[in-house]
């Protein structure tokens, strides 16, 4: 089954600068891959996701970049504000045979310090 | 509103004490899955189901059953609860198109205690 392992696990950025999370996944035949924000006590909420046909995609100060060849994806968020203080994740959903799985990384503390 | 409703939100119980954790969608989402989140392994699947009678096991589907009898309701059930099932359960629907996974929407999530 699909693998999925993310970096750093915690970060720790100023206000105002860049943070970049890194995720790496097994199955070439992966096609879609989203990023969850989830604030303490709350649900996961989607923030970002892309699909396989696409090399990056912009939504404000959030970026995703995926490399298939390489099979990693990175979450980038510029300029941060301490409301994007939170943990983040990110999934890939392998298509082999009938399954249609979401495998989830294990997470990234981001705290932003004013 | 658009939204995944789990029941209970909380619930203390002891070992070998069968439960079942209610899941439901007023979105008309084909499709339904069960995670489960404990700290450092992020969130890990149980079952999901791409349509009603269809059910399809996760990464840890061991000590867990699903059903899927109706489109907007997708229930797990713990025939004879552990204490390495003490987590924190969320299900989650989204679209299916046939090809590839869709957004999923979130429930609240249910904190569950085995004693």
């Known amino acids: 089954g699909e693998n999925v392992e993310q970096h750093p696990s915690t970060l720790s950025v100023q206000e105002g600068d860049s943070a970049v999370i890194k995720c790496t996944y097994s199955d070439s ?27 990056e995609k912009k939504d404000q100060r959030i970026a995703v970049t995926l490399n298939k060849t ?45 | 509103e658009a939204q995944v409703t789990q029941n209970p939100r909380y619930l203390i119980t002891v070992t070998g004490k069968k439960l079942t ?46 059903s899927r009898k109706e489109k907007r309701n997708f229930p797990l059930i713990l025939e004879s609860p552990s204490p390495n099932q003490t987590s924190l359960y969320f299900c989650a629907s989204s679209p299916w198109t046939g090809q590839s996974n869709q957004p999923q929407h979130f429930g609240d999530g249910t904190r569950l205690s085995i004693l």
């Not at chain 1, 879609?32 to 396989?52: A, H, T, V």
């Not at chain 1, 301490?82 to 294990?106: K, N």
């Open chain 1, 29 to 55: 035949a992966s096609n879609y891959f989203p990023w969850y924000k989830q604030e303490l006590g709350k649900r996961p909420q989607l923030i970002i996701d892309i699909r396989s046909n696409v090399g």
């Open chain 2, 21 to 66: 954790v209610t899941c439901s969608q007023n979105m008309n989402h084909e499709y339904m899955s069960w995670y489960r989140q404990d700290p450092g392994l992020g969130l890990r699947q149980i079952y999901y189901s791409m349509n009603v009678e269809v059910t399809d096991k996760g990464d840890v589907p061991e000590g867990y059953k699903v």
């Open chain 1, 70 to 114: 390489a099979k990693h994806f990175s979450l980038h968020i510029t300029e941060t504000q301490p409301e994007d203080s939170a943990v983040y994740f990110c999934a890939a959903s392998s298509p082999s045979g009938s399954a249609r799985q979401l495998t989830f990384g294990s997470g990234t503390q981001l705290t932003v310090l004013p």
